[in-house]
Structures are given as C-alpha cells and as structure tokens.
C-alpha cells in the first residue's frame, strides 16, 4: 500500500521527560545531527535568529560543516564536541519543547501555544511572516513557581503562581498538560530537602518556626517525611519545628529567580534600579552584568579617588569627595544609572577606583596596577620601559605582572575579569588591535584563574550571549567560548600552574592561539594534535581516543599520557588534570629533549578493537610485553602442550601481521617467541613448528592477525600487568631484589628467578602510599596496607617509584568511583607456585645499567626509571631522618569516615634542595633531582640572565 510514495517520514527529538539523561553514543550522535540540520537550516521554527546565530558560531568554532555531516564523518568529531552542541541545544528556551494550542482569553489575547520543556512552561506567539515563521515568548515560568494546576469540566486549564497570580488557558487538552507538568515537577522535587508553605503560621514559641504562604522551608533534618505530623527546618537563618499541613514538597530556591528573592537582594539600592534588575532578571532569568555591578560594584565612583604620592605614583588609600547636590533626586538616580552602565563598557583612561568593594589600601593599589598593565597590554596605554628592558619584553612582562598579582592577592581575581569584561564590552577605541588583544588576553588568564561563585554566573552569560546590537562582539564569540571552556576546566582540573614563557605569551597576543604538538603511540608512530594554553591531558586523551573511535568514558580513563625524557631515557607520568602547557614550558625552562607518549594503562574493561588504528596501537603495546614476559620452563620438549601451542600460535599471527611474505628463519624467532624460550634452545624445533602453522594462515589479513594476536594474549592472566624492579624490600619476605607487578588484581612481588608470588596485596587492602628519600640519595615507596585497626609499612627501594605510585592511585580511584569491581581472589596467582605461565620475566643476563629496560608495560622505548610528578601537589607531612640513614615517618591513620588515598612524595634528606615555589597556585613544582632538576638552578645555570617572574634577558 505504501510501496510508492513521494514522502518520508521523519523521527526527532522532541522534548526531554523528566529525568532524563543522555548516556548512549548512539543517542548523542542522533540529537548531535538533528541539531547541526536545524541550525542550517532556515525552516526550523523553534530557533529565533539569536539562536541559529549562537548555535552557527559554536559550529565554526569547531569546524563543523554540512560536508563533513554526513553518516559516515559524524563519528569523526569528538565526543566532547558533540556533546557540547547538545548541551547548548538544550539551553535554547523553544528547541526542545511540546507546544499545544490554547486560547489565552483576556489576560493572554496574543497567547496562541503553550510550550512545556525540561526548563519550564512559555507562553508562545507566532507570528507568521512571508519568508518564514517565528515564535516570540511572552511570559515564561519556572516550575518552581508552579503552586498548582487545575482543569475544569469546561477544558480551563487554571495555573497558579507562587505569586498568587492565576493563568487560565483555554484547551482541549488541558488533562494532557497538567499530567506532563505535574511528571517535570515531581522530578524537581524528588530527593529536594525544601518545603513550600501554602498558608501563613505565625506563631510566638521559640521552638516553633514562623512563616508566611509562598516561603520555601528548607528541611534540617534527615529522613523527614511528609507523613509526619511535624517537620523540623530552617528558614532566615532561623530553625524550629512546623506543622506540616501548611507545607507542600517544593524544589530548592536555586531553580528559581523570584521577584521576592531578587528584591530581597537589592537592598540599599535605589528603586528605579531596582526596577531595571527585576525586568532584566525576572523576564530573561539571566544574569547581566548591569545586574552584578549595581548589587557589586562601588556605590558611586565619582565620589572616590584614590590618593596619590608627590611624585604622581598611587599609594592605595581613598579619599571621599564631597560634592555639592545639584539638581533634583530623579536625575541623581537617572545619572547613576548612567554611571553603573559606564562602569561595564570600554575606557581609554586608567581607573581612579577599583570596580569592587575591595579593602585595604594594598589590594586597591594593585587592582589599578593591574588595569593600567591590561590596557598596555591592548595598546590602549604607552609601555613603561625601564632598565633598558626592551620594548617586547616590557610589553610581556605586563602579563606576567597581571598572574603574578592575582597569586599574592586572590581576591583580585574577580576584579580582573571585571576587567577583562568592561575592556572588551563596546570597544570602539582608535586602537584597532585592542579589542583582539583584550579577548586574547581573556583567554589567556582565564586559563589559570576561575571567578568566585558571586560572579561565576554572570560572567558565564556574558561568554554566552553576546548582545544583538554589538557586532564587535559577535566577531569575538568563538574566543568567548574558548574563555568558557577553560574556565569550566579550571574548575574541574585546578587551573595553570606553572608562570608561561615569553615564547607562549606573544603567540598568544599575537593570535597563535594553538601550538601543534606531536604525541607516540606504541610502535614509534605518531599524531599531532593541536593543544592551546588550556588544553588539559583529559582533552588530548579524549581527542587521540576520538581518532581510534573510543567513545565510552570509562574505557577512555585507561589510556595515559606519559613524559618521556631523552637524558637518561627517564619516564614522568602525568595525570589528566595537569596543563600540557604547563608539562612543556617546565621541559623547555629545562632545555632537555622530551616526548609524549600516548598507551593504555589500565586493563579493567574487556578489549574492544573499535578501528584498524586502535588495532595497531594495542597491538604494538602487547607484542613487546608479551616477548619478555613468559619465564622460561626449559626446551622445547619440557614446556606442556597447551603453552607450547599458545606460543607456536602467536609467534605464526606476530608474522602474518609483519606482512612478510617470506618464511621465519633462525634470527627471526627473538622477534617472535620470548626470549627466554628461545634462548633454551632447539630453536630449528621451533621454527619448523611456527612454519606449519603458517601455512594454515595463508589467507589471514595483517588486520585480522593482529586482532587475533590480541584475543589470545588479552586471555593470559596477568595480561596489562606493570613491572616494577625492586632493588630491596624491608622485612624478613625478601632478601634481594625482585619484581613488583601492579595489576587490576592488586599488587605482587614476584620473584626474579622463578616469579613465584612471594607476597601480594589487593587494592582493597591498601591504605595509602607514599613515595621518600634517604639520606643517602636512596629512593624508597612505603606501602601501607592493613585496615583501620591494623596496619603494617612495606618499604620498597626502587627508582621508579613515582610511577608505581601514580598507576596504584589510578587503579584505586577507578574502585572508588565504583566503576570497576575487585577481581576474586580465584583469580590472583598463587602464592610460591612454580613454573607459572604467564607472568612477565625480565630478558636472561640482563646488563647491570639496564637491569629494569624491559620490564612492565613499555614503549620500545627503554625507560631506566621513572620521574616523580612534576605537577603534584606538595605532602603536608613531615619525615624525619632515622641515625641509620634510612628514611622513616609513616602517615597517619585514615579517617573512618572516608577512604582516602593519598599518594605522598616526600622528601627525607636533610641536605636536599628546597623545592622551587611555584609562581601560581603557591605550590611547589616536584621534580626528580637526579635529572628533572631544581627548575630555577638549572635555568640559573644555564642562563644566567634567567628570572623565575620576568623570564630571560632580565636582570632583576
């Protein structure tokens, strides 16, 4: 019947129900397509041309096009992209929305729809024009304002406000709307710990809470139910006991802006501003920056002056200028209203006054430095030029005077992204680069500092919605976007930490806003990705996961990114909060050769092969770890028949996925058996039983090899273990070196000849460990392991233990998370078995400077020992020097309450260098002294002219 047709029936999105959450990649990829569709097209009625405009330039940010839309590219943009897009989709008051029609009478005679969305209830116009349609908002609601729906027999469907203010609409589908209004609510409210009252109680007992209808109640106490007949809660900072027949449940005052709440709030204010605010937030339910400098901003900046020394420079104390009243009250407050809109656009001219109530003469003395640096560095404002420095050097220096201001005075920071805000608001100046430089700038700093949660709110709207009226604005909205993300970042990763070089300051300024920087995969390939001054780990892992088509979360957070450093071919992990920024400028302050490498560190998910590239990544990874991991269980006879057949079986699939089209010979088998097999001899036996089975691998791809060889190796049980060596373990267990093995089952020492499993622990049994030097430059890591009541040290010497460290806290946090699930016990290798399998063995006579070159997961890359983090946090606990040289000073028990766990790195020598103190964040920069050394004694030695805050070329 509907064979032939001339139409096609279309399914999208239409509203989110209440609850709701996007998980699925599959989803995302669907809603991602539907919105980049509508945004290009001009037939969708539920984006206003604001909206397009806002969606059209979050596309160009991140260079989405029709072209590369279609079903066979979406997959290449990133996961984050995607859903970014989705996210602001959502924001968009009409885009996801169910409109019914209703008949709003003589309260509402425009009213034609009634839009119900995650976010509230609208009431709509259309308005119908040649080219195309367009809907206007005319009244919006939340629904925490919604006290009650009612439909009558007549199809009325009656609103109530908190307000006391009714709604009637008129519709066929009114028992529709109250049902799907009523589910949203029920959301809002479930798990709320708030209260709506629905009648007066006043009352005189102390004990006893007083309120008045339409006051949100928050309840103290836990576990209180509605079924009781009294509640206990708190409201105005006072706390008593209610009835709860006059409460209702009720979402939290944060989901809504109230009119009472904002006028609460402007107090002191006059009224026809307070007018202004409550048309702008009430209408809009945004946050203007009008509305944050009336309520933040000083009183009036004409009545202050900051006062100055005889030689014309500031000194930081105001002084209040009387001046004498003109004019009537109305223009006063007229002017003043000026003033506060003034105070939020561009100046050609230095400020006289900090914009925020900030107190003591030192802070408000270093607000107006920090103004003056900022329009030199937009070219609003002649460089200062002194000692001789030059005039790029002074010009860079303003920057680094801007971060390291805010460092000394935190509440600053706020300050300077008011700054930042009213330089780069209508900014018509005769400097044609200073707006550009303004939002570089912006970029720049907001890559180190997040704003306080007073202003956090305002300034994320600002980023967001430029104003229609200023086009320069909109030119700017990609970099506005950009501050956005790194402020967003900042919240979750901690912000920059390490001062930049000049080298990165005037690429920024300039416009070189990205750097591109190349990354190794296992097998010495590479990808290069651009990275830019707030780019974190977690980004470039997402992105490099992104090109192996890794989408899942979970499966992304097993993939790290570590250091590799040439001298001494030195490994530093890095953590996926650390700036990549950061990571670089700490190597080049150096001046020593370095690498990243890109590989999988955890192995708690099942393997999936998800493309050809992730095939080939993995299986570089595993190929070198397997060849040095299975020990030796002698000849060819001796070893059982199921390892004789696992390893004839992947030395066939090892050459079939070298593509070699001719047979294996005697030098080839190093590369295809392990070596300590090999090296037992009857090796003509080996290779003949590798050239059979290949002959029944004629018609296997290369792709198809390599997946096979991951299948069987992914199998083996210690599969994705880590080796450590060990140079000494304290305690009667072990009298000489041996082998740390770290896994998604726990953590075994393992001994170095045989791999018997001498002593092992899993992660649940690990309290905390920590990471310290003797006196006699010897490197240990304490494992704490035990439980709240019995705890005992185990004190491993080894070089590598900042890596040890890092790997154990990535297997526990993943626990902690509940993400993953402790393997059983079954699972983990006996204690003192002979002969076991499948455990990793170091290569047989291994040279004394390169005792450890093989063992663990490891790029080919030889990796003698590993660097400590140098973005870690300092420990705040003190270890003392034992008489005997050893390091001691254990930690202390962990709270019962949590379980906590820290990864400590201590210095223990008296004689060692202090660490070098951060210029940001106030936190020192670790860093192994043996190689990675004291980061301004290297510089200094160096160069000479190196200053830790001015950089090179300067003599201070």
């Known amino acids: 019947m509907y064979s032939v047709t001339n139409w096609q029936l279309a399914i999208r999105k239409e509203v989110f129900c209440p609850g709701e959450k996007i998980d699925s990649p599959l989803v995302i990829d669907l809603l991602?397509?539907?919105?980049?569709?509508?945004?290009?097209?001009?037939?969708?009625?539920?984006?206003?041309?604001?909206?397009?405009?806002?969606?059209?330039?979050?596309?160009?940010?991140?260079?989405?096009?029709?072209?590369?839309?279609?079903?066979?590219?979406?997959?290449?943009?990133?996961?984050?992209?995607?859903?970014?897009?989705?996210?602001?989709?959502?924001?968009?008051?009409?885009?996801?929305?169910?409109?019914?029609?209703?008949?709003?009478?003589?309260?509402?005679?425009?009213?034609?729809?009634?839009?119900?969305?995650?976010?509230?209830?609208?009431?709509?116009?259309?308005?119908?024009?040649?080219?195309?349609?367009?809907?206007?908002?005319?009244?919006s609601f939340k629904f925490s304002e919604i006290v009650e729906l009612k439909v009558t027999q007549n199809g009325t469907l009656r609103i109530h406000l908190s307000n006391d203010m009714v709604i009637p609409l008129y519709t066929n589908r009114a028992a529709q709307i109250k049902s799907m209004i009523e589910a949203y609510i029920i959301d809002l409210e479930r798990d709320s710990q708030h209260v709506r009252a629905v009648k007066d109680y006043i009352t005189q007992e102390s004990t006893l809470l007083s309120f008045h209808k339409g006051d949100i109640i928050k309840l103290a106490g836990v576990g209180q139910s509605l079924n009781s007949?009294?509640?206990?809660?708190?409201?105005?900072?006072?706390?008593?006991?209610?009835?709860?027949?006059?409460?209702?449940?009720?979402?939290?005052?944060?989901?809504?802006?109230?009119?009472?709440?904002?006028?609460?709030?402007?107090?002191?204010?006059?009224?026809?501003?307070?007018?202004?605010?409550?048309?702008?937030?009430?209408?809009s339910g945004k946050f203007s920056m009008l509305e944050f400098a009336m309520r933040h901003f000083r009183e009036s900046h004409s009545d202050y002056e900051m006062q100055r020394k005889r030689n014309g420079s500031i000194s930081g104390s105001l002084r209040f200028i009387k001046k004498p009243f003109k004019g009537k009250k109305s223009k006063q407050t007229q002017r003043s209203i000026e003033e506060y809109e003034e105070l939020i656009r561009f100046s050609n001219s230095p400020l006289q006054v900090s914009l925020l109530k900030l107190s003591g003469s030192e802070v408000n003395k270093a607000a107006l430095e920090c103004f003056l640096a900022l329009?030199?560095?937009?070219?609003?404002?002649?460089?200062?030029?002194?000692?001789?420095?030059?005039?790029?050097?002074?010009?860079?220096?303003?920057?680094?005077?801007?971060?390291?201001?805010?460092?000394?005075?935190?509440?600053?920071?706020?300050?300077?992204?008011?700054?930042?805000i009213k330089q780069t608001t209508a900014n018509h100046g005769a400097k044609k680069k200073s707006c550009v430089c303004g939002w570089r700038m912006f970029v720049f700093f907001s890559s180190y500092f997040q704003p306080t949660n007073l202003l956090k709110p305002y300034l994320y709207e600002y980023l967001s919605s430029p104003h229609p009226d200023d086009e320069q604005r909109q030119t700017f909205q990609n970099l506005a976007m950009t501050c956005k993300m790194n402020i967003i970042r900042g919240y979750k990763a901690g912000g920059?930490?390490?001062?930049?070089?000049?080298?990165?300051?005037?690429?920024?300024?300039?416009?070189?806003?990205?750097?591109?920087?190349?990354?190794?995969?296992?097998?010495?390939?590479?990808?290069?990705?651009?990275?830019?001054?707030?780019?974190?780990?977690?980004?470039?892992?997402?992105?490099?996961?992104?090109?192996?088509?890794?989408?899942?979360?979970?499966?992304?957070?097993?993939?790290?990114?570590?250091?590799?450093?040439?001298?001494?071919n030195q490994i530093v992990p890095l953590k996926h909060k650390d700036y990549i920024m950061d990571v670089i400028t700490h190597f080049d302050c150096q001046k020593v050769e370095y690498s990243f490498i890109f590989k999988k560190v955890l192995w708690y998910r099942p393997i999936k092969i998800q493309s050809s590239l992730h095939a080939v990544v993995l299986y570089n990874q595993m190929r070198p770890e397997y060849l040095h991991s299975i020990p030796a269980e002698g000849d060819y006879n001796s070893i059982s028949p199921d390892n004789k057949w696992l390893i004839i079986q992947l030395a066939a699939l090892q050459h079939r996925a070298d593509d070699k089209v001719d047979v294996p010979i005697i030098r080839d088998l190093t590369n295809l058996i392990p070596t300590v097999i090999v090296d037992a001899g009857k090796k003509q036996q080996w290779l003949n039983a590798v050239d059979d089975k290949l002959q029944t691998m004629k018609h296997m791809s290369k792709e198809e090899a390599m997946m096979a060889f991951i299948e069987h190796v992914e199998k083996l049980p210690m599969t994705g273990s880590n080796l450590f060596v060990i140079k000494s373990v304290s305690g009667a267990v072990v009298h000489e070196s041996c082998v740390l093995a770290v896994s998604n089952y726990g953590i075994f020492l393992l001994d170095k000849k045989t791999k018997d499993c001498i002593l092992k622990h899993p992660f649940t049994e690990i309290v905390s460990t920590r990471r310290l030097r003797s006196a006699q430059n010897k490197w240990f890591v304490d494992v704490k392991c035990g439980n709240l009541m019995v705890q005992k040290v185990t004190r491993l010497e080894t070089e590598q233990g900042s890596e040890i460290t890092t790997l154990i806290s990535q297997y526990i946090q993943a626990q902690v998370d509940n993400k993953y699930?402790?393997?059983?016990?079954?699972?983990?290798?006996?204690?003192?078995?002979?002969?076991?399998?499948?455990?990793?063995?170091?290569?047989?006579?291994?040279?004394?400077?390169?005792?450890?070159?093989?063992?663990?997961?490891?790029?080919?890359?030889?990796?003698?020992?590993?660097?400590?983090?140098?973005?870690?946090?300092?420990?705040?606990?003190?270890?003392?020097?034992?008489?005997?040289?050893?390091?001691?000073?254990?930690?202390?028990?962990?709270?019962?309450?949590?379980?906590?766990?820290?990864?400590?790195?201590?210095?223990?020598?008296?004689?060692?260098?202090?660490?070098?103190?951060?210029?940001?964040?106030?936190?020192?920069?670790?860093?192994?002294?043996?190689?990675?050394?004291?980061?301004?004694?290297?510089?200094?030695?160096?160069?000479?002219?190196?200053?830790?805050?001015?950089?090179?070329?300067?003599?201070?």
């Open 32 to 139: 991602f397509i539907q919105v980049v569709t509508d945004t290009m097209s001009n037939n969708c009625v539920r984006m206003t041309k604001k909206d397009r405009l806002r969606m059209q330039m979050l596309l160009d940010k991140n260079g989405i096009t029709s072209k590369n839309l279609k079903e066979k590219t979406v997959l290449q943009h990133k996961a984050s992209v995607k859903k970014e897009i989705v996210s602001t989709a959502q924001t968009l008051p009409l885009y996801f929305t169910r409109f019914f029609p209703v008949t709003g009478g003589i309260k509402n005679p425009k009213a034609e729809l009634l839009g119900v969305s995650h976010s509230g209830i609208r009431l709509v116009h259309r308005q119908y024009e040649p080219t195309s349609d367009q809907l206007i908002i005319l009244e």
């Open 496 to 568: 920059r930490r390490i001062p930049p070089l000049y080298l990165e300051i005037k690429n920024v300024i300039e416009g070189r806003m990205t750097k591109r920087q190349m990354f190794y995969f296992p097998g010495n390939m590479t990808i290069t990705k651009k990275v830019m001054a707030g780019t974190t780990m977690m980004d470039v892992i997402e992105d490099i996961c992104q090109e192996l088509n890794i989408v899942e979360s979970e499966e992304i957070e097993e993939y790290s990114i570590y250091a590799s450093v040439e001298k001494n």
């Open 821 to 956: 699930e402790q393997p059983p016990e079954t699972d983990v290798i006996p204690e003192r078995r002979k002969k076991i399998s499948q455990v990793r063995s170091p290569p047989s006579s291994p040279q004394p400077t390169s005792e450890n070159k093989f063992f663990g997961r490891r790029t080919e890359k030889s990796q003698q020992s590993s660097g400590e983090n140098i973005l870690s946090m300092p420990s705040s606990r003190k270890t003392s020097v034992a008489s005997n040289g050893d390091a001691s000073g254990y930690m202390t028990s962990i709270p019962s309450s949590s379980r906590h766990i820290p990864i400590e790195e201590e210095m223990a020598s008296p004689n060692a260098t202090k660490k070098p103190k951060s210029i940001l964040k106030q936190r020192p920069v670790s860093m192994k002294s043996e190689t990675l050394n004291d980061l301004n004694q290297t510089i200094q030695q160096n160069n000479t002219s190196y200053h830790p805050i001015m950089g090179y070329g300067s003599h201070k």
């Open 375 to 420: 329009m030199q560095v937009m070219g609003d404002y002649p460089v200062q030029i002194k000692d001789k420095t030059p005039k790029e050097k002074a010009y860079l220096n303003c920057v680094h005077f801007i971060l390291k201001t805010c460092v000394q005075y935190p509440e600053l920071v706020d300050e300077i992204f008011c700054h930042l």
């Open 229 to 283: 007949d009294w509640l206990y809660g708190m409201l105005h900072g006072k706390t008593g006991s209610f009835p709860s027949e006059y409460v209702v449940p009720a979402s939290g005052p944060d989901a809504q802006r109230n009119t009472k709440e904002i006028s609460r709030n402007l107090l002191g204010i006059p009224i026809k501003m307070q007018n202004i605010i409550q048309e702008i937030a009430v209408s």
